[in-house]
C-alpha cells in the first residue's frame, strides 16, 4: 500500500513521463518536417519510450492502492534554431528526469517504503542510460558542427541507436 505522500509524488512523475513523451513527439515533428527521417524515428521512438515509462508508473499506483491521475500537460516547444539546440535541450530535459527520480527514491527511502524504492530502481537505471545516449549525440552533434554532408550522415547513423535502443531496452 503507498501512503498518500508516495501516491502524490508518483504522481506528479507520471505528469512528468508524460510531458516527456510530448516534448520528444514535437522534436520528432520538428525533425521530419526538416527532412531528416533518421532523427525524426529516432525522436518518434523516444516519445513511445517515455509513455511506456508513464505506463509502467501508473500500473504500479494503481497495484499498490493508489489511484494514478491522469493530467493535463504543458504544450512542448515545437521548434528549435538548430538540431544542436534540440539534443542540447533533450539532455537538458533527462537531467531534470534524473533529479525528479532521485528525489523520488529520497522520498521513499524517507517513508521506508522499500516496495517502491524496488520499483524505482528500474528509472534510476534507465536516467543513467538515457544520460549517457544524450550525451554521446551532443558530442557527435558538436563534432559535425555546420557540416551538411555530416548531418547527412548523423541522420544515417541515428537509425542504427534507434534500432539498438529498442532492442535493449526493456518494457513495462
Ligand atoms: Fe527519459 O525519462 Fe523517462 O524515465
Known sequence: MVSKNIEKALNEQVKIEAESSQIYLAMACWAEVQGLEGIAGFMYSQADEERDHMLKLVKFINERGGHAQISALTAPNGSFASFKEMFEKLFEHEVYVSNSINELVHISLQEKDYATHNFLQWYVAEQI?????????????????????????????????TITTASTSSTP
Request: charged content about 35%; aromatic content about 6%; overall charge negative.
Open 129 to 161: 542510460e538515457e544520460e549517457a545516449m544524450a550525451r554521446t549525440i551532443l558530442d557527435k552533434i558538436n563534432l559535425i558542427g555546420n557540416d551538411k554532408g555530416g548531418l547527412y550522415l548523423f541522420d544515417r547513423d541515428i537509425q542504427q541507436l
